[in-house]
Every structure is written in C-alpha cells, then in structure tokens.
C-alpha cells in the first residue's frame, strides 16, 4: 500500500532554515510527480511546490520562490523541502503528497509534519 | 491565479440529511476540479476527481457536479463518518494550484 511519511519538522527561528523529507514506499516512486502542501494551525489548505516525476520541472507558491526548494532522490523513493529564510507565516503542518499521475491533484497525503517559526 | 470559494463556511447537519457544498472558481476551469475530506488532526483524503468521479473506496453516497466555475459536492444522506471539513481545488492551472477555504460540516 502507497505510504508517505514525512520528518524533519521542529520549531525554528526566523531567518534560520528546516529541511523536510518524505520516504515513499508502496509504488514505485520515479513515475510520479510529487508535492508539498501546507495547512497553518486553524487554517485550510496551501499548496507549496510540485515536482515531476524526474525532477526536470519544479513549481513554487509565489510567496516562497527563491526561499523554498523542492527535491527528489528517486534511488531512495525520497522527497525533500528546503526550507530557507523562514517566516513566521510559514508555520504549519507540512504534507507530502503524491500528484494523481496525468492530473494535478494529490490521491495520496502523508501525516503532516510541523514547523513553527518562532524566536 | 485561480481563486476558489467555498460556501457555507460552516454547516450544520443532522444525520440522515442531504448537504450541498458549493465551491465558485474565479474563472473557467472546465473539469479540473477535485474534492477532499480532512478530519481533525489528519491529513486530506481525495474523494472526486474531475468534478464528478468517484475515488475508489469512497462510498456512492458523496457526488460531485458542476462546470464551467460553479461546482457541488453532495452527500445524499449524512451519516456520523462524513462530519470533517471538505475542500475543493482546483488543477486547471498547476502554478498554483489552489484549494478553496473549507467547508466544516457540524454534528447539528
């Protein structure tokens, strides 16, 4: 069964940096695009970043371009976020998703990690 | 971008009663609409998918409908597993993609 389990939240300064990751397991990793979507506390859904399946292509979330960096290892069925400069607004729980295939929408969501941005 | 809007923001319903969450696009996006249902502390789950099919597994009393930049999810008949909040989004434009603000659907 398709598993993505999400680490490497915490609770971090402003101006510092978290990286994220995201193990898959249960389908075979490289043929699916992936992404980041956020949810703060109390508040809906956010989508961050998308990767495709090779990591030829990347999207971000206009609020955390030049910030924020979406990777892959498709050796380690392994999703990354980088998350640089943070600020308080990025606080929230942080999910990994599997994008559909041929549409971009998510069918399958880890458990969320947190991130607190506070000094 | 593509804004979605969601109404009510909250709705209060008894079990056994049908509920109709309506979700506005600020401009045409054909078909490209999916639906989510959360509950507390968990993550999303998909339950349609360009705008009316159903993801398997998820039970024929939930529907969608619509097109164009007006859409519906409905539940024919409430039951005590679908009180949680629902989200749509939309995928007709990828850079961003884009959820509408939820629906909480409340024990009335």
């Known amino acids: 069964q398709v598993q993505l389990v999400e680490s490497g939240g915490g609770v971090v300064q402003p101006g510092r940096s978290l990286r994220l990751s995201c193990a898959a397991s249960?389908?075979?990793?490289?043929?699916?695009?992936m992404h980041w979507v956020r949810q703060a506390p109390g508040k809906g859904l956010e989508w961050v970043a998308l990767?495709?399946?090779?990591?030829?292509?990347?999207y971000y979330l206009d609020s955390v371009k030049g910030r924020f960096t979406i990777s892959r290892d498709n050796s380690n069925n392994t999703l990354f976020l980088q998350m640089n400069s943070l600020r308080d607004e990025d606080t929230a729980v942080y999910y990994c998703?599997?994008?559909?295939?041929?549409?971009?929408?998510?069918?399958?969501w880890g458990q969320g990690t947190l991130v607190t941005v506070s000094s | 971008d593509i804004q979605m809007t969601q109404s009510p923001s909250t709705l209060s319903a008894s079990v056994g009663d049908r509920v109709t969450i309506s979700c506005r696009a600020s401009?045409?996006?054909?078909?490209?609409l999916a639906w989510y249902q959360q509950k507390p502390g968990k993550a999303p789950k998909l339950l349609i998918y360009?705008?009316?099919t159903l993801e398997s597994g998820v039970p024929s009393r939930f529907s969608g409908s619509g097109s164009g930049t007006e859409f519906t999810l409905t539940i024919s008949s409430l039951q005590p597993d679908d009180f949680a909040t629902y989200y749509c989004?939309?995928?007709?434009?990828?850079?961003?993609?884009?959820f509408g603000g939820g629906t909480k659907v409340e024990i009335k």
């Open positions: 998703a599997r994008d559909e295939g041929t549409d971009y929408y998510f069918d399958y």
């Open positions: 249960g389908f075979t990793f490289s043929k699916y695009g």
């Open positions: 990767i495709w399946h090779d990591g030829s292509n990347k």
């Open positions: 401009q045409r996006i054909t078909s490209w």
């Open positions: 360009k705008v009316s």
């Open positions: 989004q939309q995928y007709n434009s990828y850079s961003p993609l884009t």
